[in-house]
């Protein structure tokens, strides 16, 4: 990876959009591991809901902590090399999972999982912008789309591999984590060299005419929305395994496949959201993601196998399509400041969907599996206050 004389934005800059898009397919396998383990650690140290919940909690809320302090760091003085100590902190948490003989070992790891995320998203979705060359939704797409078929890998490698093998099977997959810091200390020469040569002559983004009043209140809508979607994404990824295996009596391998099946499905969500934003604009994927999901969440708890199954694909599609295009909305609202935007939109990810599923662990437990995917159904209304951000042609004035 070299440096020319062509500005970012001028041309896309594919190898490093690729690289970057890789290694994050590399820390959300390491990532969907641990939702991957569940069934396993809960017959293994005979875990109820709730600390499962909690173990999620961990690794999220740890990771949404410390994403926007990365990013306002990051944003003053940007930290190449950060990217692969990123992943040293993800291949530490690994190693301790496989490892742990104690509960507290597991929600250690599992906080070290959450630090390399919060190291590693921030400059990273910064390089995946610095190399768009203008194509923003297309590159955060390209740039999430690594992770969401890293997510849905977890549980498949995991059916695969750990359920026969067991837990210290994991530890197998620290060879991933150590070629992604080789990946990644080369994009962190690529974006270091990038980085001098810009030096003292930043071209400034364009600016809108909106009001900060305007601005904060966008950024809490998109907060908002940003929760609906990933609690209802934390309830499937933490509880959906125990759904299946309680609504239709399937074994664990199977019901891995199944919701394989719906973060695949998100995967491909992310790529169509990015690249139809960018031809008609993010609003317009907001408002088609978040709102247009609800009919499909409301069947699926009272559905059979097969249709739900198909019905997590399809919600699987259309919910995931609206986070490159919060986050490409949110850099429009908040210019220059594309490491806070990055640490506090995928830091919200992280800590919602953390909150969520603590908080479903104990609905989980005192109402049931059932009953919690009836409530999750209804987060989707919350899509109705897109109506209030600000337009595409007040965006761009």
Not at 246 to 256: S, T
Request: charged letters at 10%; one cysteine or more.
């Amino acid at each position: 990876m070299s440096v020319s004389a062509t500005t970012p934005a001028e041309r896309t800059t594919w190898a490093v959009l690729v690289a970057i898009s890789l290694c994050h397919m590399i820390n959300d396998i390491m990532q969907s591991l641990l939702a991957a383990l569940y069934p396993l650690l809960q017959l293994e140290f005979d875990l109820s809901f709730w600390q499962i919940g909690l173990m999620t909690f961990a690794f999220q809320v740890t990771a949404a902590l410390l994403q926007p302090l990365v990013g306002l760091v990051t944003d003053k003085r940007p930290l190449p090399q950060s990217l692969p100590i990123g992943m040293g902190s993800t291949l530490g948490g690994l190693v301790l999972l496989a490892m742990a003989p104690t509960y507290g070992g597991l929600l250690a790891g599992a906080m070290l999982i959450g630090i390399g995320s919060a190291v590693f998203h921030p400059e990273a979705s910064r390089v995946a912008r610095l190399a768009s060359g203008g194509k923003f939704g297309t590159a955060q797409s390209l740039f999430q789309v690594g992770g969401n078929f890293g997510s849905a890998l977890g549980p498949l490698l995991a059916a695969f591999i750990v359920v026969p093998m067991g837990r210290p099977s994991v530890a197998v997959f620290a060879v991933l984590a150590m070629v992604g810091m080789v990946i990644l200390n080369r994009v962190g020469v690529w974006y270091g060299a990038l980085a001098r040569a810009q030096a003292g002559g930043a071209r400034l983004e364009p600016r809108h005419g909106l009001s900060r009043r305007h601005v904060t209140w966008a950024i809490v809508v998109l907060a908002v929305l940003t929760f609906s979607k990933n609690a209802y994404a934390a309830g499937m990824t933490s509880y959906y395994t125990f759904f299946l295996i309680e609504r239709f009596d399937l074994g664990i391998e199977a019901a891995q496949q199944m919701l394989f099946l719906f973060l695949a499905a998100t995967a491909a969500g992310v790529m169509l959201g990015g690249l139809i934003g960018d031809r008609f604009g993010p609003l317009v994927v907001i408002w088609g993601s978040i709102l247009g999901v609800l009919p499909f969440t409301l069947m699926l708890p009272y559905v059979g196998l097969v249709a739900t199954g198909v019905l997590s694909v399809v919600i699987g599609v259309i919910i995931a399509s609206a986070f490159p295009a919060i986050v490409v909305y949110a850099q429009a609202l908040l210019p220059g400041r594309v490491g806070l935007v990055a640490g506090i939109f995928f830091g919200l990810a992280f800590g919602m969907a953390g909150i969520a599923a603590a908080v479903l662990g104990v609905l989980a437990d005192a109402r049931g599996i059932e009953w919690v995917f009836q409530a999750c159904a209804f987060l989707p209304v919350l899509g109705l206050l897109t109506i209030f951000l600000p337009g595409r042609r007040r965006l761009a004035s």
